[in-house]
C-alpha cells in the first residue's frame, strides 16, 4: 500500500507544479507521476539542507514534492524539455 500511496502523492505533486507553472509540457500523466516522484526526492534533499539532517534518499510530504516538482520542471525547461532533433 505504501507504494501505491507513494505514486498517488507523486502524480498529485506533478499535476499540482504543472498547473502552478503553466507552460509547454507535453507529458502524459506518466510523465507527471515522473515528475512528482522525482520532485518528491529533491524537496527531500532541499529540506535535509535547509532543516539539518542527514542527505541519505528518503521522499518527502506533500508540499515538499510540490515544491521539488516545481525546480525540476523549471531545470526541465531550462534544459529545452523534448527537444526532437532532426539527424
Not at 521522499?59 to 529545452?80: C, E, H, T
Request: glycine content about 20%; hydrophobic content about 60%.
Amino acid at each position: 500500500m505504501g507504494l501505491i500511496a507513494f505514486l498517488l502523492i507523486g502524480l498529485v505533486a506533478g499535476f499540482i507544479a504543472r498547473w502552478l507553472v503553466p507552460g509547454p509540457d507535453p507529458m502524459g500523466w506518466v510523465g507527471t507521476m515522473i515528475l512528482g516522484i522525482i520532485g518528491s526526492f529533491v524537496g527531500g534533499t532541499l529540506a535535509a539542507l535547509l532543516f539539518g539532517g542527514t542527505l541519505e534518499l528518503s521522499a518527502s510530504g506533500l508540499i515538499g514534492s510540490i515544491v521539488g516538482s516545481i525546480i525540476v520542471l523549471m531545470i526541465w525547461r531550462a534544459m529545452g524539455g523534448e527537444r526532437t532533433r532532426v539527424a
